[in-house]
């Protein structure tokens, strides 16, 4: 065996164990846990306890009466997953340092990121793209139907300004402090002041 092939088989075998720990690699820490709450994911499935690390691809689901909350580590982000909740967290081993990343399937969570962090939050909803640096937010999804079964995603902003893309339309819009943006399904955006107001929702939508 010549040893140009000797360093090729050195080189994969190396990649192979590399990608391997990056994705073994703990990205979030669960703070505090309500609940019996399981995780699905390649490294560890079962039950998720305060202090245990959380990684690549867990999918957690919170049932009711259960909550969860997690620090993503290079971010330190905090995380408030609530009742009837399902979420993915990953992480990009080549940007683990630049980003955040979660998808939401149902339910609601709060975020709450370092103002003084640059790095960037993305949170995958079922109609939007969410990009947020710094900013302190609520996402929900909900599937209840508001007309023509078209179920709706929910963004409210606490603190700074996060950045909305619909899934389906590719419309972008920007939301501040205090401010909400209901994304539907079929690719309609609503800002409101508060997403409290249904009649409002229902009667714009109907409009658009």
Do not use: W
Not at 20 to 41: D, T, Y
Not at 47 to 73: A, C, Q, W
């Amino acid at each position: 065996m010549t040893l140009n092939i000797l360093i090729r088989i050195f080189i994969s075998f190396y990649s192979i164990l590399a990608i391997g720990f990056s994705r073994s690699e703990s990205i979030a820490l669960c703070v505090s846990v309500s609940g019996q709450l399981e995780r699905k994911g390649q490294v560890r499935n079962g039950i998720i306890r305060k202090g245990d690390p959380i990684y690549h691809g867990d999918k957690i689901k919170v049932e009711d009466n259960e909550s969860l909350s997690f620090m993503t580590i290079y971010g330190r982000d905090i995380v408030d997953i609530y009742e009837n909740s399902v979420i993915k967290i990953v992480n990009d081993k080549n940007n683990r340092n630049d980003f955040s990343e979660m998808a939401l399937f149902g339910g609601k969570v709060i975020i709450k990121m370092d103002e003084n962090d640059d790095r960037s939050f993305i949170l995958n909803a079922p109609t939007a793209i969410i990009i947020a640096e710094g900013s302190h937010f609520i996402a929900e999804y909900r599937d209840e139907l508001l007309f023509n079964n078209n179920t709706y995603s929910v963004f409210t902003v606490l603190d700074g300004r996060i950045k909305v893309q619909n899934v389906r339309s590719g419309k972008i819009i920007y939301a501040d402090k205090g401010e909400t943006i209901i994304s539907t399904r079929d690719g309609k955006f609503l800002a409101l002041d508060t997403f409290k107001n249904s009649a409002k929702i229902i009667e714009h939508l109907e409009m658009h």
